[in-house]
C-alpha cells in the first residue's frame, strides 16, 4: 500500500511538472567562462532529475559497500543462532521424551560453543536436568555451579538458576537444602506463584506445618492451587497446630484464627473436639463434630461422636438416630449408636444396634464391642466368640489341620546304651529298665480341618472319648548288636537279592536268628559281605 501511495505521488508530481513547462517554455542559460551553454527549460529540468537520481544511486551503493562487513558479521551471528537454537530444541526434546543421555550430550555441546549468555545459562540448567534423570547428581552440581557462574549479578538468570535447583533438590528428596537456595529469594522479597509452590513442597515434607498453614492459604486466594489439594494441606496442617497447642491454651488461638470453612474440615474438627474434650468443654466439641458432619458425613468424625461421656449419651443418640434415618444402612452409623448405647448403659439397644452393623459389616470393631457387651451381661461364651471374630477380622491367621503325629518308630533293634569297652549293649541283664510308651492314637481319615484361633476346642472334636493310654510296655531282651551291623544300613536292590534276604513285610519283626547273636564270619574283616538292615 505504501509503495502505490508513492507511486501515484510521483506520477502526479511528473504530470503537473509536465503541463508547467509545457505552458511556460523558456532557455536555460549557463555562463561558465570561458563556455556559454544555453539549454531549454525542459532539458534542464530532465537534466536536475537525472542528476539527482544519479548522485542518490551512488551514495546507496557506497553505503551498501561499506555496510558488508557489518552484514557479514549479522550473517555469521544468526547462523550460530540457528545452530543454538538447533542443539537446544534436540536437547529439550530429548528431555521431554526421557532420553536423557542423548539431551545432556547436545546441551553439554550448546553450552561449550554459544556465546550468549542467556543461552549458556538455560543449557546449563537443561545439562543438570537432564544429569538429574540420569541419576548422576555430581555432573548435576557441576551444571548448576556454572549456570550460576554464567548468570553472574543479573537478578533474573540468578532466580531462574535458583528455582530450578529448589526443583532438582526436591526431586532428590532434600528439602532442607532446597529451603537454603530457596532463602535468598525470599529475602529478596520475590513472591513468585512457583517460587511460593516449591517453598509449600519443602516445608511440607520437613512437616513446619506453622509454614505450611499460610502458604497454602495464600496460593488458594490467589488460585495458584487447586481448591481441593489446598483444602487438604490446610486440613492436615491446621489439625497438626491444634494438636501442638492441645496441652497447654495455644490451640483456642489457633481455633480462632480459623475461618468458617476451615473448621468444618474432617482432621480440624477432629483435632478441635479433641483439644474442647482436653478442656473439659464436652458441648463444644459436639457442636463442632455435629457442624462437620452437616457439612459432610465423614465416618471417622461419626466414630469420635460416638465416644462421649456418659452425661453426653442423651443428646447424641438423639442426633445419631436423625443420621440413622437418613442412612438406615450404614453399618457406621448403626455401630455409633451401638457404642452410646454401651456408654449410657441401654444393653439391649446396644445389642441391636450392633448385630444390625455386624450384620452389614462385620468388622473387628464391632464384633469387639458386642464382646464386651456380653462381658458386662455375663455372657462369657459369646463374649469370647466375638473377641476371637474381632481378632480374626483384625489380621490374615493361618488355618491349620486338626493336629497329627508319625507312627511310632520300631526301636526292636536298637541299642540301649553305649558301654566304652564292648560298645553297644542290648542284652535284657545290661538294658535299662523299662520305658512306658505311649502310642499316639491314630489318625481318622475323615477328621475336619480346625482353625486354631477361632475354634481352640476343634482338637478335642478328634480325640476318641473314654480312650485310655497304652499300658505300659516293656521292651524284650534283645541280643548285643554289632555296631558294624547297625549302621551298616544301606538299602539294598530288590533285584539283586535271594528268597532268603527278602526284606520282611511292613507290621512283621526280624527273627531272633537274625537279630541274635552276630556271626564272626560276617564281622569286618571276613571275606562274606553284609546284609544291610533297612
Known amino acids: 500500500m505504501r509503495a502505490w501511495f508513492w507511486t501515484l505521488l510521483l506520477a502526479a508530481v511528473a504530470v503537473a511538472v509536465a503541463v508547467v513547462l509545457r505552458a511556460h517554455p523558456g532557455n536555460v542559460l549557463l555562463l561558465v567562462s570561458p563556455y556559454r551553454i544555453e539549454v531549454s527549460l525542459t532539458l534542464a529540468v530532465l537534466l536536475l532529475i537525472g542528476l539527482f537520481v544519479a548522485i ?13 562487513p557489518e552484514r557479514m558479521r549479522a550473517w555469521r551471528g544468526r547462523r550460530a543462532q540457528a545452530r543454538d537454537h538447533e542443539l537446544l530444541e534436540r536437547g529439550w526434546i530429548g528431555l521431554l521424551e526421557g532420553r536423557y543421555a542423548h539431551a545432556e550430550k ?39 555451579d556454572r549456570a550460576r557462574e554464567y548468570a553472574g549479578t543479573d537478578a533474573g538468570l540468578s532466580e531462574a538458576v535458583a528455582t530450578v535447583t529448589a526443583d532438582l533438590l526436591l526431586e532428590q528428596g532434600h528439602p532442607e537444602r532446597a529451603l537454603e537456595v530457596l532463602a535468598p529469594l525470599q529475602d529478596g522479597g520475590a ?51 491444634l494438636r501442638a497447642g492441645i496441652e497447654g491454651e495455644g490451640w483456642r488461638v489457633v481455633w480462632k484464627d480459623l475461618k468458617a470453612e ?45 465416644r462421649g461421656e456418659a452425661a453426653q449419651v442423651p443428646r447424641r443418640l438423639e442426633r445419631a438416630e436423625k443420621w440413622l434415618h437418613q442412612r438406615p444402612t450404614d453399618p457406621e452409623v448403626l455401630s455409633a449408636l451401638g457404642m452410646l448405647c454401651l456408654t449410657g448403659q441401654l444393653w439391649g439397644q446396644a445389642e441391636r444396634y450392633l448385630l444390625r452393623s455386624v450384620e452389614r459389616r462385620p468388622d473387628a470393631r464391632t464384633h469387639a464391642l458386642l464382646g464386651s457387651l456380653y462381658d458386662r451381661l455375663d455372657r462369657q461364651g459369646d463374649a469370647v466368640r466375638h473377641w476371637r471374630l474381632a481378632t480374626a477380622a483384625s489380621m490374615a491367621l493361618p488355618v491349620l489341620a486338626t493336629d497329627g503325629a508319625l507312627p511310632a518308630a520300631d526301636t526292636h533293634a536298637d541299642p540301649s546304651r553305649v558301654d566304652p569297652e564292648s560298645g553297644f549293649l542290648s542284652d535284657a541283664a545290661e538294658a535299662p529298665g523299662p520305658v512306658n510308651v505311649h502310642p499316639h492314637d491314630p ?34 531282651a534283645e541280643a548285643p ?37 552276630a556271626d564272626p564270619a560276617t564281622r569286618p574283616g571276613s571275606d562274606e559281605p553284609r546284609r544291610g538292615k533297612s
Open 191 to 241: 513472591r513468585h506463584l512457583h517460587t511460593l509452590r516449591l517453598q509449600l513442597r519443602a516445608e511440607r515434607a520437613l512437616g513446619n506445618h506453622e509454614r505450611v498453614f499460610p502458604l497454602a492459604r495464600g496460593l488458594l486466594r490467589r488460585g495458584a492451587l487447586d481448591r481441593d489439594e489446598a483444602l487438604r494441606i490446610i486440613d492436615v496442617a491446621g489439625a497438626a497446630r
Open 106 to 144: 547436545d546441551l553439554t555441546k550448546l553450552l561449550e560453543q554459544t556465546k550468549a549468555r542467556n543461552r549458556r545459562v538455560l543449557a546449563a540448567l537443561s545439562a543438570a536436568r537432564a544429569a538429574q534423570g540420569l541419576g548422576e547428581f555430581v555432573r548435576r552440581d557441576i551444571m548448576l
Open 56 to 68: 542518490y544511486v551512488g551514495l546507496r551503493v557506497l553505503a551498501w559497500l561499506v555496510s558488508i
Open 443 to 476: 489318625i481318622p481319615l475323615d477328621a475336619p480341618a480346625a482353625d486354631y484361633v477361632l475354634d481352640p476346642d476343634a482338637r478335642l472334636q478328634t480325640e476318641t472319648p473314654g480312650a485310655d493310654l497304652a499300658t505300659p510296655a516293656i521292651r524284650p
Open 262 to 306: 476451615e473448621r468444618l474440615l474432617p482432621e480440624i474438627a477432629l483435632a478441635g473436639a479433641a483439644a474442647f474434650e482436653s478442656a473439659g468443654e464436652a458441648d463444644e466439641a459436639a457442636r463442632t463434630l455435629e457442624a462437620a458432619i452437616a457439612h459432610r458425613f465423614d465416618h471417622r468424625l461419626v466414630a469420635a461422636y460416638s
Open 481 to 517: 548288636v554289632d555296631i558294624e551291623d547297625y549302621f551298616d544300613s544301606a538299602p539294598i536292590p530288590i533285584a539283586g537279592m535271594d528268597a532268603d534276604d527278602a526284606v520282611p513285610a511292613s507290621g512283621t519283626s526280624t527273627t531272633p536268628a537274625k537279630q541274635g547273636t
